[in-house]
């Protein structure tokens, strides 16, 4: 357990992700997390940015996989979208000096 002034560190670098992974891991952070790919699934799980777990949904009720981001990774990804998309949601260009 974690004393009340510790901090968890958390640092990744969106940049390395490929646009498919971009994409999905972006849909997932607003709640789209169904019927994506899951082999990249499986990259993003596999670098430690998002979770599954089992829900039943429906009449009669099926079991579906959904797909969370951790807290701490969530608000890393927010500062990185501030960082490189403007207000309508374009990529900034980058600086190549």
């Known amino acids: 357990m974690l004393a009340k002034t510790e901090k968890v560190q958390f640092e990744f670098n969106f940049d390395k992700l490929t646009p498919a992974q971009l994409r999905i891991f972006g849909e997932i952070s607003v709640n789209e997390d169904l019927g994506h790919n899951n082999r990249v699934l499986g990259i993003l799980k596999g670098y ?5 777990y089992e829900e039943w949904i429906g009449y009669p009720a099926y ?27 374009n990529r900034k260009k980058k600086c190549t000096s």
């Open 63 to 89: 079991k579906v996989t959904r797909w969370e981001i951790p807290l701490h990774v969530h608000i890393v990804w927010c500062e990185w979208c501030a960082k490189n998309f403007d207000d309508e949601g």
């Open 48 to 52: 430690g940015l998002i979770y599954s």
